[in-house]
DNA sequence: GCCGTTCTAGAATATTCGATT
DNA sequence: TAATCGAATATTCTAGAACGG
């Protein structure tokens, strides 16, 4: 099952929560990523022979590193497992798991929820704080400019 | 018995408690670490052989100290006995028993309130900041506000 | 050949430049990890062997991404090649390097000039202010004194 | 102009070691 | 002395930043 990918001004879903649905849902890559078993969250099962495989059949690389960056860009979390960093047994080697609440199995009409996460407001003052930062020579200065009584007092 | 473990949400059960949560229930290993009979506190019987055989199954080390230092980390007290520091009979060698007043048997839904210490303060301020933030509509007029005017324009 | 790991008041070599050191001549793992031809960087060849192979030989985990963020906290740059990206040939398959000035091979006395990164001076400040609240009694008294000129001047 | 890919850094917890009480 | 804590590095997960399409 595929999921329409072109902008339809409101909900459409962005490419790559369409790609990944695809690549979740396709039987013949089940080994390698599939759903969880209560359809919450997707699993990979061989993060190298994923990344080598299959991402290069969807994406312009073969970096799990990459995969993790777009995930998390729309919002996706790893689901953090008990044994996680251990020397693994033979039967757990290498299984990733991602969580978002609008990924489910069967619920597709979810997917125009998930969105690519943009910069926050508080992000970008804090930026513009530490520009300023750098701009000056001394710390002294720096700090008697910046913090002033009157300013913080709402 | 086991303790869901999902990062970044909001009321969930850090993973060393939900570790140490499965740890003491599991039986496999109750001769080593268990409950004890009121249930409010655990027992680790066998500090050498409990650091060799079982913390290496859920930890990244076989260091009590490690362990005592991540028990002391999330607010867990030593609970002294009497003849600690005598010269000890063989029933009692090597018994240690820690303590606190969410972690407690057939209690699971106690445990997201056991919260590591960390620096909470820098976390108040910065939530702080992103309040002020966040009452400002624009961006000019934030960080007029903050910061005075001609500060900012560099 | 491996290199002093204790603290030599002056100029110790941390333990993770130590361990990249000792890892890189080690003649047992070069077809994995080795100088590159001037020896002015180092090559990781099969960055998936690699990973489950000899990291836990000499860390506390199998994961490139660890390693890699160490490398970036250590100030090494990772050297990019002109066919990044690229569909590999099998001969260049997963050809990785990195490089620091310091880091050098026969130059192990550069290895004492290997730091760590620390804080920027962003967090710095706010750990100051951290300080100046833990004195204050009261909120309100803290976000007034806090950002006054007197108290920020150290 | 937004999205995708890559390299690097931030932030929180984990582990170690030594100081404090 | 024993229990707890501070601080530095280590590991993991997520985000920032630069660049290209």
């Given at each position: 099952?595929t999921?329409?990918?072109?902008?339809?001004?409101?909900?459409?879903v962005?490419a790559?929560?369409?790609?990944?649905?695809?690549?979740?849902e396709?039987?013949?890559?089940?080994?390698?990523?599939?759903?969880?078993?209560?359809?919450?969250?997707?699993?990979?099962?061989?993060?190298?022979?994923?990344?080598?495989?299959?991402?290069?059949?969807?994406?312009k690389?073969?970096?799990m590193?990459?995969f993790?960056?777009?995930?998390?860009?729309?919002?996706?979390?790893?689901?953090?497992?008990?044994?996680?960093?251990?020397?693994?047994?033979?039967?757990?080697?290498?299984?990733?798991?991602?969580?978002?609440?609008?990924?489910?199995?069967?619920?597709p009409?979810?997917?125009?929820l998930?969105?690519?996460?943009?910069?926050?407001?508080?992000?970008?003052?804090?930026?513009?704080?530490?520009?300023?930062v750098?701009?000056?020579?001394?710390?002294?200065?720096?700090?008697t400019?910046?913090?002033?009584?009157?300013?913080?007092?709402?």
């Amino acid at each position: 099952a595929t999921v329409a990918m072109t902008p339809n001004t409101a909900h459409c879903v962005p490419a790559f929560v369409s790609k990944l649905w695809t690549l979740v849902e396709a039987p013949s890559t089940n080994d390698l990523i599939c759903w969880s078993q209560d359809g919450c969250s997707f699993l990979v099962q061989d993060e190298q022979r994923f990344s080598k495989e299959v991402l290069p059949l969807y994406f312009k690389h073969s970096n799990m590193t990459s995969f993790v960056r777009q995930l998390n860009m729309y919002g996706f979390h790893k689901v953090v497992h008990m044994d996680a960093g251990l020397p693994k047994a033979d039967s757990q080697v290498n299984c990733v798991e991602f969580q978002h609440e609008n990924f489910q199995r069967a619920q597709p009409h979810l997917l125009g929820l998930i969105r690519r996460k943009v910069k926050l407001i508080s992000v970008i003052i804090m930026q513009y704080i530490i520009m300023l930062v750098q701009k000056q020579s001394t710390h002294t200065q720096l700090l008697t400019l910046r913090f002033s009584h009157a300013e913080m007092c709402v």
